[in-house]
């Protein structure tokens, strides 16, 4: 990566524009998904179809969980006693966990608190800034902490999700062999290297089978549930919540660590609530109603139907379900829904990075399209090349899933935490709900979020403080560079000149000299003068027939129409202010922009236009109040930042950068 430290623009785009990518796709005009179906309607064709999609991008997760979860609870370093009492409370528990967590929490109600139709935490925090005017200091500063966090923990829990997927789908190797044992752990990496290394050519073609091959995987899953339950009807009866209440009572704090078990059942969750932006809420709520869950329950109640007539299978009771022929064939099936659980997780981790990118909380980093046609295609080398260290590590160190079962699971339940919290100053703030509605649904969320949260802390020893250093050390960094941003602009502001002073001066003196063509100087403030064009006339005394003043930012919202995206302001003289606003899932492009200008009655030609761009040398002896050690790690960070020309897509040959050096 070059050592670029950041020009003086504006916060940097969410990826890397290319010169001759055209205007980005608009979402549709309810922000994003396909329009809901009309009371008692059926569904669409476009619905049908974002639904079969839905099913490897957004459960995939969820989905592949039934590969260890029971395990882990019977067969894991906390197992508990194969008794009824304790399988019947299980499953219990399971079925419970997804109807309240994920049915009632994220399906009913988080659906309903898109930010212009996206979700995730960048989402839910823009949308509360937005509507913060009442809000103390205090309380957006929480805000703010808390969406870095669970944005952070998502990291943790990206590099988890491949390593234990793909490791727990190769497992059933052992199950069919003795003898396949000791090749576990290397086919398992040379699936995470095979899955790493294909990002690069994009997954717009692979995706397409996404959606058909999960179909085959739940329709799996709910026969094996259902040849099972057939034998052992009686394990239905813990669709009676009695047998969690009597779980407890007869395990006491053991059942409290099971309980960190249990939450792998619906890890990937929160992708519902994430995802929701690709596809809409119906189609994500007809996948869910249609199939998902009930394939889900019916293979839990069928493992659990296992153990009470085989408990010797504990050891993996998924697996336990194939019949012997099929093993092979099952391990193929269970590998491909993995390595698509996997692929959603990655894409999920670029996407977060894109809006931490945009909304200020990360530096620019490399970031390619690799589809001219379809949005969101995206590919990072670095973050693609650090998780797959990251999870080959994982695999090396733990060896087996059950290892890994003890670090994953605490990243979910956090972020189930900060999404209940921020649900209720949604439902309060915006959505004007009184206190007596909206405390007592949050509180349910929360007994189910902090009692899974409090049985993970049980088991940071074993492997849970891998994802919280993880989370710790990128909250430090995207908080340090939000904050070493901010230092920055206020030494910019201090450094800088009113612009009506600047032109004051330019005009009561010696005649200007003008030169052809066009002079384009980004900044970071829309009012002041940038100090690329300060030292630019300082050195060269020389100005272009026509001078743009360009700032670029980021807004609340996740899109910002074409038409409402640019201001431009004549300030006489030949200058003038443009300012472009993209929403934090848009892609900003400089050239773009000036053919788009050509509306508002600037004429402007690339091959005439001259870019200037600032190049700070950061110093950490300056009156900021950043810690010594976070300024050098922003200034570290900001060299490393990726090359703002080719970010911005501004043609190299046009760009002239002006170094100056800033006290931090």
Same mark, same amino acid.
């Given at each position: 990566?070059?050592p670029h430290? !950041?020009?003086?623009?504006?916060?940097?785009?969410a990826?890397?524009p290319?010169?001759?990518q055209?205007?980005?796709? +608009?979402?549709p005009?309810?922000?994003?998904?396909a329009?809901?179906?009309?009371?008692?309607?059926?569904? %669409?064709?476009?619905?049908?179809?974002?639904?079969?999609?839905?099913l490897?991008?957004?459960y995939?997760?969820? &989905?592949t969980?039934p590969?260890?979860a029971?395990?882990?609870c019977?067969?894991?370093?906390?197992a508990?006693?194969l008794?009824?009492?304790?399988?019947?409370?299980?499953?219990?528990?399971?079925?419970?966990?997804?109807?309240?967590v994920?049915?009632?929490?994220?399906?009913?109600?988080m659906?309903r608190?898109d930010?212009?139709g996206?979700? &995730?935490?960048?989402a839910l925090?823009s949308?509360?800034?937005a509507k913060?005017?009442?809000?103390?200091r205090?309380g957006?500063?929480?805000?703010?902490?808390?969406?870095?966090?669970?944005?952070a923990?998502l990291y943790g829990?990206?590099?988890i999700t491949?390593?234990i997927?793909?490791?727990?789908?190769?497992?059933g190797?052992?199950?069919?062999t003795?003898?396949?044992q000791?090749?576990?752990?290397p086919a398992?990496? #040379?699936?995470?290297?095979?899955l790493?290394?294909?990002?690069k050519?994009?997954?717009?073609?692979?995706?397409?089978?996404?959606?058909p091959?999960?179909?085959?995987?739940f329709?799996t899953?709910?026969?094996l &549930?259902i040849?099972?339950?057939?034998?052992?009807p009686? #394990?239905?009866?813990?669709?009676?919540?009695w047998?969690?209440v009597r779980?407890?009572?007869?395990n006491?704090?053991?059942?409290m660590?099971?309980l960190?078990?249990?939450?792998?059942?619906?890890?990937?969750?929160?992708?519902?609530?994430?995802?929701?932006g690709?596809?809409?809420?119906? !189609?994500?709520?007809?996948?869910w109603?249609?199939?998902?869950?009930?394939?889900?329950m019916?293979?839990?109640?069928?493992?659990?139907a296992?153990?009470l007539s085989?408990?010797?299978?504990?050891?993996?009771?998924?697996?336990?379900?194939? !019949?012997?022929?099929?093993?092979?064939?099952m391990?193929?099936?269970?590998?491909m829904?993995?390595?698509?659980?996997?692929?959603?997780?990655?894409?999920?981790?670029?996407?977060?990075?894109?809006?931490?990118?945009?909304?200020?909380?990360?530096p620019?980093i490399?970031? #390619?399209?690799?589809?001219a046609?379809?949005?969101g295609?995206?590919?990072?080398?670095?973050?693609?090349t650090?998780?797959?260290?990251a999870?080959?590590g994982?695999?090396?160190?733990?060896?087996?899933?059950?290892g890994?079962?003890?670090?994953?699971?605490?990243?979910v339940?956090?972020?189930?935490?900060?999404?209940s919290?921020?649900f209720?100053?949604?439902a309060?703030?915006?959505?004007?709900? !009184?206190?007596?509605?909206?405390?007592?649904?949050v509180?349910?969320?929360?007994?189910?979020?902090?009692?899974f949260?409090?049985?993970?802390?049980?088991?940071?020893?074993?492997?849970g403080w891998f994802?919280l250093?993880?989370?710790?050390l990128?909250m430090i960094?995207m908080a340090?560079?939000?904050?070493?941003?901010?230092?920055?602009?206020?030494?910019?502001?201090?450094?800088?000149?009113?612009?009506?002073?600047?032109l +004051?001066s330019?005009?009561?003196?010696?005649?200007?000299?003008r030169?052809?063509?066009?002079?384009v100087?980004?900044?970071?403030?829309?009012? &002041?003068?940038?100090i690329?064009?300060?030292?630019?006339?300082k050195?060269?005394?020389?100005?272009?027939?026509?001078?743009?003043?360009? %700032?670029?930012?980021?807004?609340?919202?996740?899109?910002?129409p074409?038409?409402?995206?640019?201001?431009?302001?004549?300030?006489?003289?030949?200058?003038?202010r443009?300012?472009?606003r993209?929403g934090?899932?848009?892609?900003?492009?400089v050239?773009?922009?000036?053919?788009?200008a050509?509306?508002?009655?600037?004429? #402007?030609?690339?091959?005439?236009t001259s870019?200037?761009?600032?190049?700070?040398?950061?110093?950490?002896?300056?009156?900021?109040?950043m810690?010594?050690?976070?300024?050098s790690l922003?200034?570290?960070m900001?060299?490393n930042?990726w090359?703002?020309?080719?970010?911005f897509?501004?043609?190299?040959?046009r760009?002239?950068?002006m170094?100056?050096q800033?006290?931090?």
């Amino acid at each position: 990566m070059s050592p670029h430290a !950041p020009p003086e623009t504006t916060q940097p785009p969410a990826e890397a524009p290319t010169a001759t990518q055209p205007e980005a796709a +608009q979402p549709p005009e309810n922000g994003g998904h396909a329009p809901e179906p009309g009371g008692g309607h059926a569904p %669409s064709a476009r619905q049908l179809g974002l639904a079969l999609a839905a099913l490897g991008v957004v459960y995939g997760d969820i &989905g592949t969980s039934p590969l260890y979860a029971v395990k882990e609870c019977f067969h894991g370093a906390h197992a508990i006693a194969l008794t009824t009492v304790n399988i019947m409370g299980v499953l219990s528990l399971i079925l419970w966990s997804l109807i309240i967590v994920v049915s009632i929490k994220y399906v009913v109600f988080m659906l309903r608190a898109d930010n212009k139709g996206e979700g &995730g935490v960048f989402a839910l925090l823009s949308l509360l800034n937005a509507k913060s005017e009442n809000t103390s200091r205090a309380g957006k500063a929480a805000f703010v902490v808390m969406a870095i966090f669970g944005a952070a923990l998502l990291y943790g829990d990206g590099i988890i999700t491949p390593a234990i997927s793909v490791l727990s789908a190769m497992e059933g190797l052992g199950v069919a062999t003795d003898a396949a044992q000791p090749f576990i752990v290397p086919a398992t990496c #040379v699936v995470l290297i095979s899955l790493f290394m294909v990002q690069k050519h994009g997954t717009e073609r692979i995706g397409k089978v996404f959606g058909p091959v999960m179909v085959l995987w739940f329709a799996t899953l709910a026969t094996l &549930g259902i040849m099972s339950i057939a034998q052992t009807p009686e #394990v239905l009866a813990a669709l009676n919540p009695w047998h969690a209440v009597r779980f407890f009572l007869e395990n006491h704090l053991h059942g409290m660590i099971v309980l960190g078990s249990v939450i792998l059942c619906i890890t990937g969750g929160e992708a519902l609530y994430a995802d929701m932006g690709h596809f809409g809420r119906s !189609p994500i709520r007809l996948s869910w109603c249609a199939m998902v869950m009930p394939a889900l329950m019916l293979n839990y109640f069928g493992q659990g139907a296992l153990l009470l007539s085989r408990p010797e299978l504990a050891f993996n009771p998924f697996y336990g379900l194939v !019949p012997g022929a099929l093993l092979y064939p099952m391990v193929a099936l269970s590998t491909m829904a993995t390595v698509i659980a996997s692929q959603a997780m990655i894409s999920g981790v670029y996407s977060l990075t894109q809006q931490a990118v945009q909304l200020g909380y990360c530096p620019r980093i490399r970031i #390619v399209n690799t589809s001219a046609h379809t949005k969101g295609q995206i590919y990072l080398p670095g973050i693609n090349t650090a998780m797959m260290f990251a999870c080959l590590g994982l695999v090396l160190a733990f060896k087996s899933s059950s290892g890994l079962a003890a670090a994953y699971g605490i990243a979910v339940t956090i972020d189930m935490t900060i999404s209940s919290l921020f649900f209720f100053f949604i439902a309060r703030m915006l959505w004007g709900w !009184p206190l007596w509605k909206a405390l007592p649904l949050v509180c349910l969320f929360l007994v189910f979020d902090l009692s899974f949260l409090g049985s993970n802390l049980l088991k940071i020893a074993d492997g849970g403080w891998f994802t919280l250093t993880v989370a710790a050390l990128i909250m430090i960094a995207m908080a340090t560079w939000r904050d070493g941003k901010a230092a920055l602009g206020k030494q910019f502001k201090s450094m800088g000149l009113p612009f009506d002073l600047f032109l +004051q001066s330019l005009v009561s003196g010696k005649p200007l000299v003008r030169i052809s063509g066009t002079g384009v100087f980004m900044s970071v403030s829309s009012t &002041g003068t940038p100090i690329t064009l300060l030292h630019h006339y300082k050195h060269n005394k020389v100005l272009h027939e026509q001078v743009l003043l360009l %700032s670029i930012g980021s807004t609340d919202t996740p899109y910002v129409p074409a038409k409402e995206r640019l201001t431009v302001t004549n300030l006489d003289h030949g200058f003038y202010r443009v300012i472009a606003r993209y929403g934090f899932m848009q892609t900003p492009n400089v050239p773009e922009l000036l053919r788009q200008a050509k509306a508002h009655g600037l004429a #402007v030609e690339l091959q005439t236009t001259s870019f200037y761009l600032g190049r700070e040398s950061l110093l950490i002896t300056g009156p900021s109040k950043m810690m010594r050690w976070r300024k050098s790690l922003f200034a570290y960070m900001s060299r490393n930042a990726w090359n703002a020309t080719t970010f911005f897509g501004i043609p190299p040959g046009r760009v002239v950068e002006m170094g100056t050096q800033v006290e931090l």
